[in-house]
Nanobody, 116 residues
Framework: QVQLVESGGGLVQDGGSLRLSCAAS????????MGWYRQVSGKQRELVAD???????NYADSVQGRFSISRDNAKNTVYLRMSSLRPEDTAVYYC??????????WGQGTQVNVSS
């Protein structure tokens, strides 16, 4: 079992920045990929970015160049630095952790609101 706790969401103006954090606990030694998804009410959840234990990174086209994902394996924490935020980035952001021979765990979500 893995538990994920997100923090760092909030309200920011168009063009502003935020940093999300997600701390994992439990069977963290089995975590491979960690990442961030987001969901707007009434729409499907979409991948924002993810990072493997080896440091390989994948970004959604919509955030490439504006968002940066990083990971501190010693702290079992993944971060999402979001810059040049736009109103269309408004969503609930979920942290995920893919655990070897287990499955994908999700955090409770943190709301990000970008005002125009």
């Amino acid at each position: 079992q893995v538990q994920l706790v997100e923090s760092g969401g909030g309200l920011v103006q168009d063009g502003g920045s935020l940093r999300l954090s997600c701390a994992a606990s439990g069977s963290t030694f089995r975590i491979d990929t960690m990442g961030w998804y987001r969901q707007v009410s009434g729409k499907q959840r979409e991948l924002v970015a993810d990072i493997t234990s080896g440091g390989s990174i994948n970004y959604a086209d919509s955030v490439q160049g504006r968002f940066s994902i990083s990971r501190d394996n010693a702290k079992n924490t993944v971060y999402l630095r979001m810059s040049s935020l736009r109103p269309e980035d408004t969503a609930v952001y979920y942290c995920t952790a893919r655990v070897t021979r287990d499955g994908v765990y999700w955090g409770q979500g943190t709301q990000v609101n970008v005002s125009s």
